[in-house]
């Protein structure tokens, strides 16, 4: 088996979710976004929390118990777009801050933000009019 791409655990990565979730759920624009995706049942927050713990396990830590496809989910909802993905990496850093020492906080930061700018140029070209040029960011 691989060694974990930085030093967390698989209880850092579900306090990480957790965090950031009960802040998604208060947040003006994110809250609202989110309550769209996910259903209005006792277990869907659960489940959805537990789903993303799994796909950073998996990423981190190279468990295989996520097999998901997270750019397909994206493109699929029509009302997450391109400006979201600042938002959303914000309130992540913010949740890895005050839940991890400085050094996990940091790699698993950059990381995020490296998957998160490549969800968000997929939705930029989802969004992009076929007439127009793509956006290169």
């Known amino acids: 088996m691989l060694p ?16 950031f979730y009960d802040h998604v759920r208060k947040h003006p624009t994110l809250g609202p976004i989110f309550a769209k995706s996910i259903p209005h049942q006792p277990t869907a927050w659960p489940e959805h929390e537990a789903k993303i713990a799994r796909f950073w396990a998996n990423a981190i830590l190279h468990e295989k118990e996520y097999d998901g496809n997270p750019m397909a989910m994206h493109m699929a909802t029509p009302h997450v777009h391109e400006e979201h993905f600042p938002i ?25 933000r490296r998957i998160g700018r490549g969800l968000q140029m997929g939705l930029a070209y989802r969004d992009t009019p076929s007439d127009q040029p793509p956006k290169l960011r």
């Open 4 to 19: 974990p791409r930085f030093d967390v655990t698989r209880a850092d990565i579900e306090n990480v979710v957790a965090f």
């Open 88 to 112: 959303w990496l914000d309130l992540f850093e913010f949740s890895l801050r005050e839940t991890l020492d400085p050094h996990q906080a940091d790699s698993f930061n950059a990381f995020a």
